[in-house]
């Protein structure tokens, strides 16, 4: 006799599910409203455009994962000493993550750019340094922009998801002699990423909602590129509406893949 605490899975919707009367209303709307965009407005000049366009796509997609990469590197250190750091460390991390949050992204983009960026050139060592033709251009200071808002926000989760650790785990693992090095690698560390995953998810879909942002300093990015498709053709709606095509494919991916790494990381951690 089966147990009756015991949780089984449910069992997959049958393919009729599918074919309910309101999902075929929405199917039949949607297909309407392609084949309204496709007959009746103008699409001629992506033929022109598309070079530039893939340009845009390719400068957004590797802004988003390089940007992520580093700021998720930057805001486990920051999580960590606000949770478990002395005073000395916690407090200047708590401080920037209040710093970032509490300013908008489009302000610390524009003081990165036009601020520090106008100080390089007044100091003649680093105008003969090997840096200056990177310094000169736009796209590090979107990187460093985006990573460090990346990191202020995702910091803070991750302030929650190590204090969210229970301590008896810890204090086990260090009781079985475990340096603190492994603890944190093998137990503190996966736990608290996989506690902070949903909430990661969350910041990836908003960081790339905020790319768009990086045009304001001459970073042609996808949005850029619509923009000046407007600019040269004066044709408004129909990059507008491919854009938002665009991001919502790439949200979709996202979505897909950090559903995907959650729902293999707790077996990873069993």
């Given at each position: ?132 033709p990177y310094l000169r251009q736009a796209w590090p200071y979107a990187v460093l922009g985006l990573t460090l808002s990346f990191a202020g926000y995702e910091g803070e989760v991750m302030r929650g ?109 069993g």
């Amino acid at each position: 006799m089966a147990n009756a605490f015991e949780v089984t899975s449910a069992p997959a919707p049958p393919l009729r599910a599918w074919f309910k009367p309101h999902r075929i209303v929405l199917i039949a709307i949607a297909v309407g409203l392609v084949v309204l965009a496709a007959t009746t407005m103008r699409w001629d000049w992506i033929v022109r455009y598309w070079p530039l366009a893939l340009q845009g796509l390719w400068r957004t997609i590797w802004l988003l994962v390089l940007t992520c990469t580093l700021g998720f590197m930057l805001a486990v250190p920051l999580g960590l000493a606000q949770a478990a750091g002395p005073r000395w460390l916690a407090m200047p991390a708590s401080a920037f993550c209040t710093v970032i949050r509490g300013t908008p992204l489009l302000l610390q983009l524009w003081l990165l750019y036009f601020g520090l960026g106008s100080l390089f050139p007044q100091f003649p060592w680093i105008r003969e340094s090997e840096l200056w033709p990177y310094l000169r251009q736009a796209w590090p200071y979107a990187v460093l922009g985006l990573t460090l808002s990346f990191a202020g926000y995702e910091g803070e989760v991750m302030r929650g998801a190590f204090a969210g650790v229970p301590r008896g785990q810890l204090e086990a693992a260090r009781a079985f002699g475990m340096s603190r090095t492994k603890v944190f690698r093998r137990i503190w560390l996966p736990q608290a990423i996989q506690r902070a995953l949903p909430t990661l998810a969350g910041e990836t879909v908003l960081q790339l909602k905020a790319t768009p942002l990086v045009a304001t300093i001459t970073v042609v990015d996808i949005y850029a590129v619509a923009g000046r498709v407007r600019q040269d053709t004066f044709i408004v709606y129909e990059p507008l509406l491919l854009l938002a095509l665009i991001y919502l494919m790439i949200t979709g991916v996202i979505v897909f893949a950090f559903r995907r790494l959650e729902s293999r990381i707790p077996s990873r951690l069993g």
